[in-house]
């Protein structure tokens, strides 16, 4: 069954460090996204991205973070200077039609 | 502002004893309920999308339903491998799921 995987599993930085977190959605997915989920709390909306841009950001996505799709596969995203409040698991998730599926999330801890 | 809410927080129960869990939401323009199964440390899993109040979709012991305010996930003779957090979400759009807190289901034997 296709699923979206997630690189690395768990990352480990110092802060002000910049991290990159590395998703291949499913191959036939239009629809990409960032979520993350702090430990304990609820699942956020991070960022939408459909056609090489993106569609929608929330208030947590600031100018420290970035999403690109550098080739036809691997969507990833980019913290430049990390922060301790940074750390969660960070998913990322493709749709198709009404369907959005989650991968396994990369772990992150900042110290 | 759109909103879900999950009750109970925490829920469990015997191996074979059926029961709901509840998902409360105010969202403008509802475009999808979502339902998803957490286990530890994973990430959620795909269980139902619903769109219209009356509408019901079934997945083994799993049974969800919708109406204009709320959704319920039925849970029928659960078994000790159903013990998960259950994740509600909502979509205004095409964009974003807002999620709830979930509720953690402990189903023993």
């Known amino acids: 069954e296709p699923e979206v995987t997630q690189t690395p599993s768990h990352q480990v930085t110092q802060m002000g460090q910049e991290v990159i977190l590395r998703c291949v959605p499913i191959?036939?997915?239009?629809?990409f996204y960032w979520y993350r989920q702090i430990l304990g709390q609820k699942v956020e909306f991070l960022v939408s991205?459909?056609?090489?841009?993106?569609?929608?950001k929330s208030e947590i996505f600031d100018d420290q973070f970035s999403v690109e799709r550098p080739d036809g596969s691997n969507f990833t995203l980019k913290i430049r200077s990390t922060k301790l409040e940074d750390s969660a698991m960070y998913f990322c998730?493709?749709?198709?039609?009404?369907?959005?599926?989650f991968g396994e999330g990369s772990r992150l801890t900042v110290l | 502002e759109d909103q879900v809410t999950q009750s109970p927080e925490a829920l469990r129960l015997q191996e074979g004893e059926s029961s709901s869990l509840n998902c409360s939401y105010t969202?403008?323009?509802?475009?999808?309920l979502f339902w998803y199964r957490q286990d530890p440390g994973k990430g959620p899993e795909f269980l139902f999308t619903?769109?219209?109040a009356g509408e019901e979709k079934e997945k083994e012991r799993l049974k969800a339903t919708l109406t204009k305010k709320e959704s319920f996930l039925h849970i029928t003779a659960p078994k000790p491998e159903d013990s998960a957090t259950y994740l509600c979400?909502?979509?205004?759009?095409?964009?974003?799921?807002?999620f709830g807190a979930g509720t953690r289901l402990a189903v023993h034997p």
């Open positions: 998730a493709s749709r198709v039609r009404g369907e959005l599926f």
């Open positions: 979400a909502v979509s205004g759009g095409y964009n974003k799921l807002i």
């Open positions: 619903l769109y219209s």
């Open positions: 191959s036939n997915h239009l629809y």
């Open positions: 991205f459909y056609n090489n841009e993106i569609s929608e």
């Open positions: 969202v403008s323009g509802l475009r999808g």
